[in-house]
């Protein structure tokens, strides 16, 4: 056998061909389709940025208007799915709320009828109208509430604001959000969108394929870094813990929540982009006290760590955005998940046109022929 050598967490080893996303880490570059991030962020929406991505065109007006009508009829969610909800605890994180909930569509929707193109369009609309629904949902049946039903008025943004919320919201707000799907909506192989590969390359359904990616996404060294910057805030206090704080983490060896990226090696652009958004935010409806200890934690932290290319994220800054929004924090990972749909199933639809199956090989590292041990002769570990 040809020996192989291994890179842990398969660091550095192209697993896929793909015409999707592009990042430059060194140059701080981001581009979906080829477009770059900030056009995106200043001229698109979200579900056109998602047409764009899924389709790997822009959509004419009528497309686009067609894409945007079928998504608001698909909004709702079947009676039995909130019923199920109901019996979720209250005390479960949003995330495996959401990822149980994306699996049980598969229960309603599932034909994996893979070769015909209108069931691949409409699993992709479903997903896309039913997932902020569901999140809303399970946001106020924890509490106690009956779901908020969605508002056809509202586009796709304020309409989740307005399902969360409970009231119609500020429309500077809902644009502000939009900005945030379309930053958070794809990514290149990061750990969920291989998932999401690995998943469809099995030619499973749709619905498996977005669960299995929301599973992935819920770990904090993936989407749940955005929960835990806001929590690091919180423990800091104050702008003058700061210093004392990150060499404390330096000393340790520990983390810095929101900072670092495996590819990333100056600041990521989307953080550039959701820095400007909560000024714009706080400036509007008032300021967050996090973010000058968020501003102090950023000098500090390129005080002694730039020399690494340690930088701040994307989740460094989204979180202070999605407070002033008014969503929870156990919510951010759900949010970033409402987004990334959108990638996920443009690699579901790109896996699918050129499929093999996933099937990576290991290196072992275990003994051979070893003899069978009698029940009476093992010794037992402590």
């Known amino acids: 056998m040809v020996a192989c050598e291994f890179s842990p967490g398969l660091d550095g080893i192209p697993v896929a061909q793909s015409a999707i996303s592009y990042v430059d880490g060194q140059a701080g570059i981001l ?34 208007a067609a894409f945007e009508h079928d998504i608001t009829y698909h909004r709702r969610v079947k009676y039995r799915i909130r019923d199920m909800m109901k019996c979720f605890p209250d005390s479960g994180h949003p995330m495996d709320a959401l990822q149980a909930s994306a699996g049980a569509l598969g229960l309603f929707y599932s034909r994996r009828a893979l070769d015909d193109p209108e069931y691949i369009r409409a699993a992709v609309i479903r997903l896309l109208a039913k997932i902020p629904t569901m999140v809303a949902a399970f946001q106020l049946i924890r509490k106690g509430n009956d779901p908020v039903m969605p508002c056809d008025e509202l586009d796709y943004a304020a309409n989740f604001l307005y399902m969360l919320n409970e009231r119609r919201p500020d429309p500077f707000a809902a644009r502000v959000f939009d900005i945030c799907l379309i930053l958070h909506a794809e990514h290149t192989m990061n750990a969920s969108t291989f998932s999401a590969r690995v998943t469809a390359s099995t030619l499973t359904d749709p619905y498996a394929v977005v669960a299995s990616a929301v599973g992935t996404l819920a770990g904090p060294l993936h989407g749940g870094a955005n ?33 670092g990226h495996r590819v990333y090696k100056v600041k990521d652009p989307r953080a550039t982009i959701l820095q400007k958004l909560a000024e714009q935010l706080f400036d509007k409806f ?94 037992h570990r402590p």
């Not at 950023?298 to 955005?321: Q, T």
Request: aromatic share 14%; hydrophobic share 40%; charged share 25%.
């Open 31 to 64: 581009e979906y389709r080829g477009v770059p991030i900030q056009e995106l962020a200043e001229k698109s929406t979200f579900l056109e940025t998602a047409f764009l991505l899924i389709w790997g065109y822009w959509p004419s007006k009528e497309e686009l």
């Open 227 to 259: 929960e835990d910057v806001i929590n690091m805030l919180a423990e800091i206090g104050s702008v003058e813990n700061v210093r004392p704080y990150v060499e404390k983490c330096i000393q340790n060896k520990t983390k810095i929540a929101g900072f």
């Open 286 to 379: 008032g300021g967050d006290r996090y973010y000058d200890i968020a501003l102090k934690l950023e000098e500090v932290v390129g005080e002694y760590l730039s020399y690494k290319g340690i930088y701040p994220n994307v989740d460094f800054y989204s979180g202070l955005v999605y407070r002033r929004l008014g969503i929870p924090s156990d919510l951010f990972t759900p949010v970033f998940a409402i987004a990334r749909v959108a990638g996920w199933l443009a690699h579901w639809k790109e896996q699918l046109e050129a499929n093999r199956i996933y099937r990576p090989t290991q290196i072992y590292t275990g003994a051979h022929n070893q003899p069978y041990v009698p029940m009476e002769e093992r010794n």
